[in-house]
């Protein structure tokens, strides 16, 4: 099995930051690619940002020039830098990953358990 732990969360004021982290764990043999998603109360659950196994990365328009995803591979780690927070970011983020548990075996999705991320106006 395949866990994916989330930190770095909590409450910060309009224009403060966090750095959320994710660390996977378990059987792996490769990870392809991590990301982050978030999911505000009654909304749906929306992609903030990913990043390849390569480092190519991608963002949600509305967190542009203000998040920064990157990733350890050798820690199988990915984080958020998350600046300029506004009340609208609120939400809990959750990491994901795409795993190869073997190196026959097709990749599969994991997700993490989320941290809430909370801007205070």
């Known amino acids: 099995q395949v866990q994916l732990v989330e930190s770095g969360g909590g409450l910060v004021q309009t224009g403060g930051s966090l750095r959320l982290s994710c660390s996977a764990s378990?059987?792996?043999?490769?990870?392809?690619?991590m990301g982050w998603y978030r999911q505000a109360p009654g909304k749906q659950r929306e992609l903030v940002a990913s990043?390849?196994?390569?480092?190519?990365?991608n963002y949600a328009d509305s967190v542009k020039d203000r998040f920064t995803i990157s990733r350890d591979n050798a820690k199988n780690t990915v984080y958020l830098q998350v600046n300029s927070l506004k009340p609208e970011d609120t939400a809990v983020y959750y990491c994901?990953?795409?795993?190869?548990?073997?190196?026959?075996?097709?990749?599969?999705?994991?997700w993490g358990q989320g941290t809430q991320v909370t801007v205070s106006s």
């Open positions: 994901n990953a795409e795993v190869r548990v073997r190196t026959w075996s097709p990749l599969q999705n994991y």
């Open positions: 378990g059987s792996i043999f490769i990870i392809n690619a």
């Open positions: 990043i390849t196994r390569g480092g190519t990365t």
